[in-house]
């Protein structure tokens, strides 16, 4: 799963984190016992979108783990039985049982044993909105499978449903063993009407057109896989064919959508190669299909072989062709297809084993698609996302928690997969990937905790690895290192000073001194003490000192450095990505600017890495005369040249605080530009120097692109709300949701801001609403200790929005503005207490 959460904190830059309770008041989260396993679950289900329920009958085969059982407890909530009984050769045997809406303990006939196998027949009625649960910050739903405008309320809103089981909302829709370390086959018929698609695990092997209108589809998955994995899409979709070697691999994208699915999805099949070559196991499903749906609790899930998406994922053309920002998720659900589908955890504590390594390959398939830099970048925000959240006291492997989707956090996701690269970097690649293909094959289509992971780590390099894994696996925390740096005759001496209070780290660590651009790297120990001293030989003492000069060690690093420092760091440190983006950043932050600092910054604008090259145009003050004349040709270059459509953006925008009516021709030509970064930042120039002509032509222009412009916008918002234009704009409901910062950062933006905000507070919008809650909590971890004067007024914003979500419901009391004001409750309790 990509937790939408996380994926915020990677595309805004906003770090957030969640409340943790000390181990000593959570509770003990062992792994499931397993009495019975599951062997193959047989379903027919039938859907009732009228009414909102499923219509299902499930015959489960079964048999004892090890030792001899005469009952079978199932997981099923809320649902109403009807019938249970023992399948046999000669009919079914009605079987007692007992049911208390959330397990069906069932009395068998006979006492079984591991060598013997039965099955369950059971008739039953599934009632999703009977599921009252709120989730947790990853996904914030527990219904198990979901109706959108399955009453047909907002005619822009096409009808769906689909499910989503992870962790443990499967059993709201079929009766199960509903745990990650149970695995099973699968067969499932779907009754839908017939004008609807449908998606599910494996391949359809039948299609049948019924009396009554509808159609049933029959899907087969004859590989193992966990409960939580199950999936049911179905709506009215236009499917896009692609292939792997033979394979279906097919996209699931809204009718408006279709022409641009390959444009999103495209790169899969190459995708695929690409993992099953790095991961030395061949991709080992039938068939490789991705959905797009609506209102989808959270980023993306991994359902094997059928893997659904947020609507996010459909993007225009336009767009795309500046950055497609959910490349990192498909990858990520891609990447899951191993670690997590084929070997997956055998309990929540040990969800690092799926997450860690999907969110370690957004960061493979960058290095590998895009170049190092690119990846690192990547790296960078996680591991910010990671310590700027309340996560020090967390273990990777974490069996104290209250529920397991506490475990869905910046420290399995963002941590676990910068580790994963610690590892590879302290082992080698050859013995790192090595050791990963013999993980895979020696616990195919089963489950893993973290120390099977560790030995054949072992077995491969030959090296001891409990440390390792103690250390950041089964402990918790990270190096906060204090440098001080000691000239001595003839020699430097560079103090550490671990400043956490427990636990201390050992680690290696690479040093790098540099002597006028040129570097010298040192490799030192860090051992488990509060100080470490290392000395090195030198002529003369070195311009700049780089700690964890590689970025391998999960540390904060408190250290002295000045302008001149930095700006050598920039020009000197070529080779890393994070020494480079650092140096700028702090450049960026300085009152003055020397002579040196400045030469850094100009020659950013010629960085290899388009994101430098983006940040160094950020931090330019063109209203510098000094600047302005080094940097102007430049600019004008990467406004009109660069290879990257963000890039001439950025300068675009720089172009325009100059404020020049001499740059109108540069402009007038970025606005015929396929980009929509590109047109809109020429429309927002255009608003200032030819105001009717720039109203003119952005009505020709897509509303992306007009979003990009609060002027414009304050036009256009208006318009839209009259017209019921907005049911696509999702940029306005990121708008609506994050209102209440706009006003705060930027004033005069506030009037269209809460025109936005009104909207999504009076519409049936689950998405925004969710997104809005979502950030509320999200900023609330993140101002509360650097700015808590804004608390307060993040308080009051998120009470309105409440106000105005009960009163939107207390004129049309539908059950998704119900969901949506119980999702807001939440976000108000979460960040009043």
Same mark, same amino acid.
């Not at 909302?169 to 990650?180: H, M, N, Q």
């Given at each position: 799963?990509?937790?939408?959460?996380?994926?915020?904190?990677?595309?805004?830059?906003?770090?957030?984190?969640?409340?943790?309770?000390?181990?000593?008041?959570?509770?003990?989260?062992?792994?499931?016992?397993?009495?019975?396993?599951?062997? @193959?679950?047989?379903?027919? *289900?039938?859907?009732?979108? &009228? +009414?909102? !329920?499923? /219509?299902?009958?499930? =015959?489960?085969? %079964?048999?004892?783990?090890?030792?001899?059982?005469?009952?079978?407890?199932?997981?099923?909530?809320?649902?109403?039985? @009807?019938?249970?009984?023992? *399948?046999?050769?000669?009919? &079914? +045997?009605? !079987?007692? /049982?007992?049911?208390? =809406?959330?397990? %069906?303990?069932?009395?068998?006939?006979?006492?079984?044993?591991?060598?013997?196998?039965?099955?369950?027949?059971?008739?039953?009625?599934?009632?999703?909105?009977?599921?009252?649960?709120?989730?947790?910050?990853?996904?914030?739903?527990?219904?198990?499978?979901?109706?959108?405008?399955?009453?047909?309320?907002?005619?822009?809103?096409?009808?769906?449903?689909?499910?989503?089981?992870?962790?443990?909302?499967?059993?709201?829709?079929?009766?199960?063993?509903?745990?990650?370390?149970?695995?099973?086959?699968?067969?499932?018929?779907?009754?839908?009407?017939?004008?609807?698609?449908?998606?599910?695990?494996?391949?359809?092997?039948?299609?049948?057109?019924?009396?009554?209108?509808?159609?049933?589809?029959?899907?087969?998955?004859?590989?193992?896989?966990?409960?939580?994995?199950?999936?049911?899409?179905?709506?009215?979709?236009?499917?896009?064919?692609?292939?792997?070697?033979?394979?279906?691999?097919?996209?699931?994208?809204?009718?408006?959508?279709?022409?641009?699915?390959?444009?999103?999805?495209?790169?899969?099949?190459?995708?695929?190669?690409?993992?099953?070559?790095?991961?030395?196991?061949?991709?080992?499903?039938?068939?490789?299909?991705?959905?797009?749906?609506?209102?989808?609790?959270?980023?993306?899930?991994?359902?094997?072989?059928?893997?659904?998406?947020?609507?996010?994922?459909?993007?225009?053309?336009?767009?795309?062709?500046?950055?497609?920002?959910?490349?990192?998720?498909?990858?990520?659900?891609?990447?899951?297809?191993?670690?997590?589908?084929?070997?997956?955890?055998?309990?929540?504590?040990?969800?690092?084993?799926?997450?860690?390594?999907?969110?370690?390959?957004?960061?493979?398939?960058?290095?590998?698609?895009?170049?190092?830099?690119?990846?690192?970048?990547?790296?960078?925000?996680?591991?910010?996302?990671?310590?700027?959240?309340?996560?020090?006291?967390?273990?990777?492997?974490?069996?104290?928690?209250?529920?397991?989707?506490?475990?869905?956090?910046?420290?399995?996701?963002?941590?676990?997969?910068?580790?994963?690269?610690?590892?590879?970097?302290?082992?080698?690649?050859?013995?790192?990937?090595?050791?990963?293909?013999?993980?895979?094959?020696?616990?195919?289509?089963?489950?893993?905790?973290?120390?099977?992971?560790?030995?054949?780590?072992?077995?491969?390099?030959?090296?001891?690895?409990?440390?390792?894994?103690?250390?950041?696996?089964?402990?918790?925390?990270?190096?906060?290192?204090?440098?001080?740096?000691?000239?001595?005759?003839?020699?430097?001496?560079?103090?550490?000073?671990?400043?956490?209070?427990?636990?201390?780290?050992?680690?290696?660590?690479?040093?790098?001194?540099?002597?006028?651009?040129?570097?010298?790297?040192?490799?030192?120990?860090?051992?488990?003490?509060?100080?470490?001293?290392?000395?090195?030989?030198?002529?003369?003492?070195?311009?700049?000192?780089?700690?964890?000069?590689?970025?391998?060690?999960?540390?904060?690093?408190?250290?002295?450095?000045?302008?001149?420092?930095?700006?050598?760091?920039?020009?000197?440190?070529?080779?890393?990505?994070?020494?480079?983006?650092?140096?700028?950043?702090?450049?960026?932050?300085?009152?003055?600017?020397?002579?040196?600092?400045?030469?850094?910054?100009?020659?950013?604008?010629?960085?290899?890495?388009?994101?430098?090259?983006?940040?160094?145009?950020?931090?330019?003050?063109?209203?510098?005369?000094?600047?302005?004349?080094?940097?102007?040709?430049?600019?004008?270059?990467?406004?009109?040249?660069?290879?990257?459509?963000?890039?001439?953006?950025?300068?675009?925008?720089?172009?325009?605080?100059?404020?020049?009516?001499?740059?109108?021709?540069?402009?007038?030509?970025?606005?015929?530009?396929?980009?929509?970064?590109?047109?809109?930042?020429?429309?927002?120039?255009?608003?200032?120097?030819?105001?009717?002509?720039?109203?003119?032509?952005?009505?020709?222009?897509?509303?992306?692109?007009?979003?990009?412009?609060?002027?414009?916008?304050?036009?256009?918002?208006?318009?839209?709300?009259?017209?019921?234009?907005?049911?696509?704009?999702?940029?306005?409901?990121?708008?609506?949701?994050?209102?209440?910062?706009?006003?705060?950062?930027?004033?005069?933006?506030?009037?269209?801001?809460?025109?936005?905000?009104?909207?999504?507070?009076?519409?049936?919008?689950?998405?925004?609403?969710?997104?809005?809650?979502?950030?509320?909590?999200?900023?609330?971890?993140?101002?509360?200790?650097?700015?808590?004067?804004?608390?307060?007024?993040?308080?009051?914003?998120?009470?309105?929005?409440?106000?105005?979500?009960?009163?939107?419901?207390?004129?049309?009391?539908?059950?998704?503005?119900?969901?949506?004001?119980?999702?807001?409750?939440?976000?108000?309790?979460?960040?009043?207490?």
């Amino acid at each position: 799963m990509k937790n939408i959460i996380l994926l915020f904190v990677l595309l805004s830059g906003v770090c957030w984190g969640q409340n943790f309770k000390p181990y000593k008041n959570s509770t003990y989260q062992p792994e499931a016992e397993k009495i019975n396993k599951l062997v @193959h679950t047989d379903l027919n *289900v039938q859907l009732d979108f &009228k +009414k909102e !329920l499923l /219509y299902g009958t499930a =015959e489960i085969t %079964l048999q004892p783990h090890f030792y001899p059982t005469d009952s079978l407890s199932l997981d099923a909530q809320k649902m109403i039985i @009807h019938e249970v009984a023992l *399948v046999n050769p000669i009919g &079914k +045997k009605k !079987l007692n /049982y007992s049911y208390n =809406e959330r397990k %069906l303990n069932i009395q068998l006939d006979q006492k079984y044993n591991r060598n013997q196998t039965y099955k369950i027949f059971i008739k039953y009625t599934a009632q999703p909105n009977e599921i009252k649960g709120e989730g947790n910050q990853a996904i914030s739903g527990e219904k198990g499978l979901y109706f959108i405008n399955s009453k047909k309320q907002d005619p822009s809103k096409p009808i769906q449903a689909w499910t989503q089981g992870e962790p443990k909302s499967s059993s709201v829709w079929f009766p199960t063993i509903d745990e990650p370390n149970q695995k099973t086959t699968q067969k499932i018929a779907i009754t839908v009407p017939d004008e609807f698609v449908t998606l599910s695990n494996g391949t359809m092997t039948d299609t049948k057109k019924n009396d009554n209108g509808t159609r049933t589809d029959t899907w087969i998955q004859k590989q193992k896989h966990a409960p939580y994995l199950f999936f049911m899409g179905v709506g009215d979709f236009a499917v896009i064919k692609d292939q792997w070697k033979g394979k279906p691999v097919n996209y699931y994208v809204e009718l408006p959508y279709a022409d641009v699915a390959k444009d999103i999805f495209g790169q899969t099949p190459v995708m695929i190669s690409f993992f099953s070559e790095k991961f030395g196991y061949e991709f080992p499903w039938d068939k490789y299909s991705q959905m797009a749906v609506r209102d989808f609790i959270s980023g993306a899930m991994e359902n094997t072989t059928a893997v659904s998406h947020m609507e996010v994922v459909q993007q225009k053309r336009g767009a795309l062709i500046d950055e497609n920002i959910w490349e990192d998720v498909i990858v990520h659900e891609l990447a899951h297809h191993w670690f997590g589908d084929l070997v997956t955890t055998e309990s929540w504590a040990n969800l690092t084993l799926n997450e860690s390594f999907a969110n370690y390959s957004e960061y493979l398939w960058r290095e590998h698609a895009y170049g190092k830099d690119y990846a690192d970048a990547h790296r960078w925000k996680d591991l910010s996302a990671y310590l700027l959240g309340d996560n020090f006291n967390k273990d990777l492997v974490r069996f104290h928690h209250e529920n397991s989707g506490d475990m869905f956090d910046a420290v399995s996701y963002n941590k676990g997969g910068y580790i994963l690269h610690m590892l590879r970097s302290f082992l080698g690649d050859e013995a790192f990937f090595e050791g990963l293909k013999n993980y895979l094959k020696n616990n195919e289509f089963s489950t893993a905790e973290a120390h099977m992971l560790r030995i054949e780590l072992e077995k491969v390099s030959g090296k001891d690895l409990n440390w390792f894994f103690n250390q950041w696996f089964f402990g918790h925390g990270h190096p906060k290192l204090k440098v001080i740096t000691e000239n001595l005759d003839n020699q430097i001496k560079i103090n550490l000073r671990q400043t956490q209070n427990s636990p201390l780290f050992a680690f290696p660590l690479a040093i790098d001194l540099f002597f006028n651009g040129e570097k010298e790297r040192h490799y030192v120990w860090v051992k488990n003490q509060e100080l470490n001293s290392f000395t090195f030989d030198v002529q003369r003492q070195p311009d700049l000192v780089i700690v964890n000069a590689d970025y391998d060690i999960v540390a904060e690093i408190e250290e002295e450095k000045n302008m001149q420092q930095y700006a050598h760091q920039y020009l000197w440190a070529k080779d890393e990505y994070t020494s480079r983006f650092l140096a700028l950043e702090q450049l960026g932050q300085a009152k003055n600017i020397d002579s040196l600092a400045l030469k850094a910054i100009i020659a950013a604008l010629d960085d290899p890495y388009f994101g430098l090259r983006m940040k160094a145009i950020e931090i330019l003050d063109v209203s510098n005369e000094e600047t302005k004349i080094k940097a102007l040709e430049k600019l004008k270059y990467l406004a009109q040249y660069d290879d990257k459509t963000l890039v001439k953006a950025a300068a675009l925008r720089a172009l325009n605080q100059i404020n020049d009516p001499v740059f109108i021709d540069i402009f007038n030509h970025s606005l015929k530009s396929p980009s929509y970064a590109v047109q809109s930042a020429a429309l927002n120039y255009l608003m200032s120097h030819d105001r009717e002509n720039a109203i003119q032509k952005a009505r020709g222009l897509d509303n992306e692109v007009i979003v990009g412009s609060a002027e414009l916008l304050e036009i256009f918002l208006p318009e839209w709300i009259e017209k019921k234009e907005l049911s696509h704009q999702r940029s306005i409901a990121e708008l609506a949701a994050i209102y209440q910062l706009i006003p705060y950062q930027k004033p005069k933006f506030s009037n269209v801001a809460q025109k936005a905000f009104d909207w999504i507070m009076t519409t049936d919008s689950h998405t925004a609403t969710f997104r809005a809650a979502e950030i509320y909590k999200q900023y609330y971890q993140y101002l509360k200790n650097s700015q808590p004067e804004v608390i307060p007024f993040l308080q009051n914003m998120a009470k309105e929005a409440l106000r105005k979500k009960k009163s939107t419901f207390a004129k049309n009391p539908t059950e998704s503005l119900k969901k949506q004001v119980e999702i807001l409750e939440n976000a108000v309790n979460t960040i009043s207490n």
